[in-house]
């Protein structure tokens, strides 16, 4: 399951990741001709590769996905709330659509992936690995993102509330009009990460985003949770009360 290996993330890549509208990401090479999916079985998918493959729409609600790679193919649309997957990587594939609230997942990669206007509310998805992924209008509140990865990642408009993102590290992402509200960024690491038009307020673990750049606007909307880490207590009368 070499799957990671296959992310642009030469010099190239890098140095597009520096300019100034954030990680150059390409979409995915989603093959031209796809094949139709024959569906899972009893026991759900294990220990398969699938290539080029039509999962538009597909019913994996609740099934288990093990030892799993899916490379080139369509997954917009895709059912798969409430599902199990472990060890599964997913290369040059397309999610618009797709609903995957709920999802437990356990050693999970995705490499040049999009999500546009998916569903991942709730999804468990600890020390998954993001390389190359665009992430547009997805609704991920609750998530728990503990000790990912994330490597040349944009996402734009995504619902992030309450999202535990502890541990995580970011490299090279671009947060824009993302709602972060109530977030946890404990021990987040950050480098060469830009947050845009995003909502900071009751975020916890504020010093995680230490190394990140923020817009003026964004700086504002930390300065809360920023003076509660410092131990300033804002209030207009002072100690004494009015």
Not at 162 to 190: F, N, P
Not at 205 to 227: H, I, N, T
């Amino acid at each position: 399951m070499s799957g990671d290996s296959a992310a642009g993330t030469g010099p190239a890549a890098a140095s597009d990741a520096r300019g100034a509208g954030g990680p150059r990401v390409p979409d995915p090479d989603v093959a031209l001709r796809l094949e139709p999916f024959a569906g899972p079985t009893a026991g759900g998918l294990v220990d398969i590769s699938l290539t080029g493959v039509d999962l538009t729409g597909a019913d994996l609600t609740g099934t288990v996905l093990d030892e799993v790679q899916v490379e080139a193919s369509s997954l917009d649309r895709l059912r798969g709330a409430g599902g199990r997957w472990r060890h599964t990587v997913l290369v040059d594939c397309r999610l618009d659509g797709a609903d995957l609230a709920n999802l437990r997942a356990e050693d999970v990669s995705l490499v040049r992936c999009a999500l546009r206007e998916a569903r991942l509310t709730g999804a468990q998805l600890p020390g998954a690995r993001l390389r190359a992924v665009r992430l547009e209008g997805v609704r991920a509140s609750l998530t728990s993102w503990r000790g990912a990865t994330f490597q040349h990642v944009v996402l734009r408009g995504c619902d992030l509330t309450e999202a535990d993102l502890t541990g995580a590290a970011l490299t090279d992402v671009l947060l824009e009009d993302c709602d972060l509200t109530g977030a946890q960024l404990s021990k987040l690491r950050c480098e060469r990460v830009h947050l845009r038009g995003c909502r900071l307020r009751g975020v916890g673990g504020v010093d995680g985003l230490r190394g990140a750049s923020v817009s003026e606007a964004d700086a504002y909307e930390l300065l809360p949770a920023l003076a509660r880490a410092a131990g300033v207590r804002i209030s207009e009368s002072g100690p004494w009360g009015r």
